[in-house]
């Protein structure tokens, strides 16, 4: 199955396109940037994404005033998000998210074995997982996303070697500053299933 990023991310939104950047085109784990663009006129709850391996890390573009996300058919944060906001969800949970004001933001799909592949060849310890405040503002995650940006928007796609370098420098930002130190097999077991912040 296709990961939640690109079109098919794009559908989840109920969207008939979303436009994607992939940054590191490996099959089995690829970095993928897709911009998320809800109008007035598309708002409401949106589908579920299934189940999968991945964490979706989303910058808001623009400010939110009010935003759902669901778990497992409830919900579980409720709040708007300022320009420049970030949010980590554990996509192993059934998630969906409720959009009662228009949404601009790009999402990044990374998928937990990337993770792994990032802290192993840096000879740093696994994390078990990804997560962060709702709503937390992140300079460097906001200059990234507009170099991001940039490129998604740009008349010529980037190198494969400039996005692969960008999406390098993302994931380790997201491992260095937001991975949950993983103590064992005990530890790793006992680590929430879901990180409580979203789109």
Excluded at 38 to 55: R, S, T, W
Excluded at 147 to 165: D, I, K, N, W
Aim: charged residues 15%; proline residues 9%; glycine residues 8%.
């Amino acid at each position: 199955m296709q990961g939640a990023y690109g079109d098919l991310l794009g559908r989840y939104f109920e969207l008939p396109s979303a436009p994607a950047l992939v940054m590191l085109p490996a099959p089995k784990t690829p970095f993928v940037a897709t911009r998320i663009t809800c109008l007035p006129d598309q708002l409401g709850m949106k589908q579920e994404i299934p189940p999968q391996d991945a964490f979706a890390v989303t910058l808001h573009l623009a400010g939110v005033s009010h935003h759902e996300l669901w778990v497992r058919g409830r919900p579980s944060v409720v709040r708007g998000y300022a320009p420049g906001a970030i949010s980590i969800v554990d996509l192993r949970d059934e998630v969906a998210s409720y959009l009662g004001s228009p949404l601009d933001a790009l999402h990044f799909y990374v998928p937990r074995a990337l993770v792994d592949a990032m802290t192993d060849a840096a000879g740093l310890a696994r994390v078990s997982g990804l997560a962060c405040t709702p709503g937390l503002v992140d300079p460097v995650m906001e200059n990234l996303g507009a170099a991001v940006l940039a490129l998604l928007e740009g008349p010529q796609r980037a190198s494969s070697a400039t996005s692969e370098h960008l999406a390098i420098a993302i994931c380790a930002h997201l491992v260095h500053r937001f991975g949950n130190p993983a103590t064992g097999d005990a530890a790793a077991s006992q680590a929430p299933q879901h990180s409580r912040c979203m789109h």
